[in-house]
């Protein structure tokens, strides 16, 4: 069995997430003078506040529209086309191409020249599954154990650990279940490292010897296994790429917190130039590969052009992204509008939908939820489906157990008549090769702001990137109702659920004792019959 692995997450940010000024020169030449700074990821992220951040140079923008839709249509706002046309004429399908960006400049060129007498490591993070039932629930552990799983305030974060493991407990029965039903453990570590050694020869033909690593979140191999192997092969310099189309703080934010953590106690790793790619949904290569699967899935219907196309991501709690400022569902709504519109390209605009499933406890989760909407379909009379797991690249165990046997279950008694589901992307060619270019285009920019001084090490800015990538979304790193019930004053949800609890179990008291002692307020106003 693993041992728990988590060393508490780091601290509060301090980053703003007010609107700003768009500066973006400061960006690019800071970038591509290849200063001392945050090691960062140059990256454009655009988020539901709609502003644009490039990482570690502390570059700002606002934009009236995001940028992100403009993945392949100009529906571009004056500050987008302004900060495009500093990253010379490139398109604007990889989306302020960090690779563009450096190569458009002479510096951007030397970077790149440099990186022959490196090492170059890509690290691909994911989250880990159970590989037998055993498995289960030292897994369920490490994921509960996760303070960005359940975030406790801070003054109950002592209670995190026996939380898991009270949890792990209760929840293992029903996890062993649906694992066993699909083969006894997840398929998700034997993806991975085939993902992993198909990227690997992609870069590889692309002239980019580079070696790739699998980091686990919460099982085997485990992040700081992949970080050890890093070391003693010697890597120079790491691209970080988290696994996830789309960003979470419960996913790609959780893995790079703790590889924050990791870094800012390693000599080595504080020394060792990175970048993150932190989502990476709206890259033209994954949303063509995408829409081949639905185009190519579609036509096993009778009648395609009536099948709904019902895009199933998982869910996150509400608060995650009402309080904490995940971008996760904005991400997701645009990732699906993408797709769609590559496949009205292709003459194909069938209808569709967007749910959310895989939720756990009581708290809200993000809605539409999938169960419902499945039901709800099926009483407007919808007859075909085309189920689309969206926010995850492998198989596993909520497309094979909760999609392909729940759902599909559930849809066929709601009255649909004709079920599909599109395959995980897993190796497909179009994708791999895309993840390939995505890590290219980053390479110029690993270690562009890299720390070797003192000062910079003091501020432990290599890893600054990460946090401040985390503080983009995560603003004040709040404490949110976890997703599993724990106590909370006031009148909440959780409250609703307890008060719940501890009214029925007073009132099963209370009857217990007035059948036991027959006395009581019952009898006493004479509405309890004596039972001798
Ligand atoms: C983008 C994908 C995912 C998000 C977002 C996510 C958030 C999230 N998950 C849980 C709880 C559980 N997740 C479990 C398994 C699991 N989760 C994802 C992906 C996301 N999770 C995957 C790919 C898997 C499957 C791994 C595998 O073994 O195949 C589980 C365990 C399985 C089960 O018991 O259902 C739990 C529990 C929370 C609470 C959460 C957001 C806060
Ligand atoms: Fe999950």
Same mark, same amino acid.
């Given at each position: 069995m693993n041992s728990p692995i988590r060393a508490p997450s780091s601290s509060a940010s301090s980053s703003s997430s007010s609107s700003h000024v768009f500066r973006p020169p400061p960006c690019l030449t800071h970038a591509s003078r290849n200063l001392k700074g945050p090691l960062l990821f140059p990256q454009? +992220?655009?988020?539901?506040?709609?502003?644009?951040?490039?990482?570690?140079?502390?570059?700002?923008?606002?934009?009236?529209?995001?940028? =992100?839709? $403009?993945?392949?249509?100009?529906?571009?706002?004056?500050?987008?086309?302004?900060?495009?046309? =500093?990253v010379s004429n490139q398109s604007l399908n990889k989306q302020f191409s960090v690779g563009s960006l450096a190569t458009s400049t002479s510096q951007g060129v030397s970077d790149t020249t440099r990186l022959i007498d490196d090492k170059i490591g890509v690290l691909l993070l994911n989250l880990g599954g159970p590989?037998? =039932?055993?498995?289960?629930?030292?897994? =369920?552990?490490?994921?509960?154990?996760d303070p960005d799983i359940i975030r406790l305030?801070? +003054?109950f974060s002592f209670l995190q650990k026996p939380l898991a493991q009270f949890v792990s407990i209760v929840r293992a029965p029903k996890s062993k279940e649906g694992y066993a039903s699909i083969g006894g453990g997840s398929p998700l570590r034997r993806?991975?490292?085939a993902q992993a050694e198909e990227l690997k020869k992609s870069l590889w033909e692309k002239n980019v010897p580079a070696n790739v690593y699998v980091g686990m979140r919460y099982w085997h191999p485990f992040t700081e296994e992949a970080i050890e192997q890093i070391k003693r092969d010697g890597i120079t310099k790491l691209v970080v790429l988290p696994l996830y189309p789309q960003f979470s703080i419960s996913t790609s934010g959780s893995s790079l917190r703790l590889l924050e953590n990791i870094f800012r106690e390693d000599e080595y790793l504080v020394n060792m130039q990175h970048t993150v790619i932190p989502s990476w949904y709206q890259r033209e290569g994954y949303i063509k590969a995408m829409a081949n699967l639905i185009e190519k899935e579609l036509k096993s219907f009778d009648c395609p052009e009536e099948v709904r196309i019902f895009f199933s991501a998982h869910g996150v709690p509400l608060a995650y992204v009402e309080e904490a400022g995940d971008p996760y569902k904005v991400e997701m709504e645009e990732c699906v509008d993408l797709i769609m519109e590559e496949l009205e390209t292709r003459k194909i605009t069938n209808a569709y939908t967007l749910a959310y499933q895989s939720r756990v406890g009581p708290v809200e989760w993000l809605r539409p939820y999938t169960d419902e909407t499945i039901i709800e379909l099926g009483k407007k009379g919808v007859k075909s489906l085309l189920a689309v797991p +969206?926010?995850?690249?492998?198989?596993?165990?909520?497309t094979l157990e909760e999609i392909d046997v729940e759902?599909?279950?559930l849809a066929l008694e709601s009255g649909i008549e004709n079920w599909g589901r599109v395959p995980a992307l897993g190796c497909e060619p179009t994708f791999i090769s895309d993840l390939a270019d995505a890590v290219i285009e980053s390479l110029p920019y690993v270690g562009a702001l890299a720390a070797s001084d003192l000062e910079a090490r003091q501020s432990l800015v290599p890893l600054g990137s990460v946090e401040e990538l985390l503080a983009a979304y995560d603003t004040q790193r709040k404490e949110l109702p976890p997703p599993v019930i724990v106590w909370e004053w006031g009148w909440t949800k959780s409250a609703e659920?307890? $008060?719940?609890r501890v009214a029925m179990l007073a009132v099963l008291l209370i009857l217990f004792l007035e059948v036991t002692t027959d006395k009581g307020l019952l009898h006493q106003v004479g509405i309890w019959p004596s039972l001798r």
């Amino acid at each position: 069995m693993n041992s728990p692995i988590r060393a508490p997450s780091s601290s509060a940010s301090s980053s703003s997430s007010s609107s700003h000024v768009f500066r973006p020169p400061p960006c690019l030449t800071h970038a591509s003078r290849n200063l001392k700074g945050p090691l960062l990821f140059p990256q454009t +992220i655009c988020t539901s506040q709609k502003k644009i951040r490039c990482f570690g140079a502390h570059v700002e923008a606002s934009f009236s529209t995001n940028p =992100l839709k $403009n993945y392949k249509s100009s529906r571009c706002s004056p500050w987008w086309s302004e900060a495009q046309s =500093l990253v010379s004429n490139q398109s604007l399908n990889k989306q302020f191409s960090v690779g563009s960006l450096a190569t458009s400049t002479s510096q951007g060129v030397s970077d790149t020249t440099r990186l022959i007498d490196d090492k170059i490591g890509v690290l691909l993070l994911n989250l880990g599954g159970p590989e037998t =039932l055993e498995d289960v629930q030292p897994f =369920l552990f490490n994921l509960f154990a996760d303070p960005d799983i359940i975030r406790l305030p801070r +003054i109950f974060s002592f209670l995190q650990k026996p939380l898991a493991q009270f949890v792990s407990i209760v929840r293992a029965p029903k996890s062993k279940e649906g694992y066993a039903s699909i083969g006894g453990g997840s398929p998700l570590r034997r993806m991975t490292d085939a993902q992993a050694e198909e990227l690997k020869k992609s870069l590889w033909e692309k002239n980019v010897p580079a070696n790739v690593y699998v980091g686990m979140r919460y099982w085997h191999p485990f992040t700081e296994e992949a970080i050890e192997q890093i070391k003693r092969d010697g890597i120079t310099k790491l691209v970080v790429l988290p696994l996830y189309p789309q960003f979470s703080i419960s996913t790609s934010g959780s893995s790079l917190r703790l590889l924050e953590n990791i870094f800012r106690e390693d000599e080595y790793l504080v020394n060792m130039q990175h970048t993150v790619i932190p989502s990476w949904y709206q890259r033209e290569g994954y949303i063509k590969a995408m829409a081949n699967l639905i185009e190519k899935e579609l036509k096993s219907f009778d009648c395609p052009e009536e099948v709904r196309i019902f895009f199933s991501a998982h869910g996150v709690p509400l608060a995650y992204v009402e309080e904490a400022g995940d971008p996760y569902k904005v991400e997701m709504e645009e990732c699906v509008d993408l797709i769609m519109e590559e496949l009205e390209t292709r003459k194909i605009t069938n209808a569709y939908t967007l749910a959310y499933q895989s939720r756990v406890g009581p708290v809200e989760w993000l809605r539409p939820y999938t169960d419902e909407t499945i039901i709800e379909l099926g009483k407007k009379g919808v007859k075909s489906l085309l189920a689309v797991p +969206i926010s995850f690249v492998s198989e596993h165990i909520e497309t094979l157990e909760e999609i392909d046997v729940e759902y599909k279950e559930l849809a066929l008694e709601s009255g649909i008549e004709n079920w599909g589901r599109v395959p995980a992307l897993g190796c497909e060619p179009t994708f791999i090769s895309d993840l390939a270019d995505a890590v290219i285009e980053s390479l110029p920019y690993v270690g562009a702001l890299a720390a070797s001084d003192l000062e910079a090490r003091q501020s432990l800015v290599p890893l600054g990137s990460v946090e401040e990538l985390l503080a983009a979304y995560d603003t004040q790193r709040k404490e949110l109702p976890p997703p599993v019930i724990v106590w909370e004053w006031g009148w909440t949800k959780s409250a609703e659920t307890w $008060n719940g609890r501890v009214a029925m179990l007073a009132v099963l008291l209370i009857l217990f004792l007035e059948v036991t002692t027959d006395k009581g307020l019952l009898h006493q106003v004479g509405i309890w019959p004596s039972l001798r």
